[in-house]
């Protein structure tokens, strides 16, 4: 009983450390640092610090199935000030990336569908349209939530923040972010 335990912790923990930027986790001290830097902690089901913790003592239900990792705004404070090194933040999306490929994400956490629309935006027509890739996401998940956000949009827009013609990358460019995209779906990404 012990003995399947502990093969189940070394089995996620190996999977976590041999993606890339997960090679570390096992350098955390827990020293809370990630948490308390963190914009979005009290969002998520389980801190950062709490989901490494997880994650080594092998829960990987409770990891996998949690949504720390989606609500990760990729802001790499808690990167900057980790004392052992170690880039919570790529831990984060490793996580994501395991997640998607074992259990699919929660329908609560639409952060994934936002990747795949975006990526599949890109290879399809060779340009990144924010305005419409963010009205397709919210047609395709919470029609009603795009009522609400249209005075913050109003507001990119006013600013230059969000144009509302598409950006057609050149085409070297483009052709190294569709092997970007392509490399990352053969890895079973999103
Ligand atoms: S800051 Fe670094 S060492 Fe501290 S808990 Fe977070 S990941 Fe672990
Ligand atoms: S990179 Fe993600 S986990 Fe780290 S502080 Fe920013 S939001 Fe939090």
Redesign the pocket.
Known sequence: MVTAKVHGVNDFIQEISAMPGGEKINL???????SASCPNANKMDYT??EL?ALARAGMRDEVLSSNTMWLCLSCYL?TV????G?V?TYIMHALEHLSMRHYRTRPRVRTARLYRLFSDTVHAFGMIPRLGCMMAYFLQTNPLKALRMIRPALGLLTHGRMPIKAHKLEPEPMKQLKAILDKAEAMGGL
Not at 28 to 34: A, D, L, N, P, R
Not at 81 to 84: G, L, Y
């Open positions: 955390c001290i827990q020293c809370g640092t990630c950062p610090r490494i808690c000030r980790c004392p052992r170690i919570p």
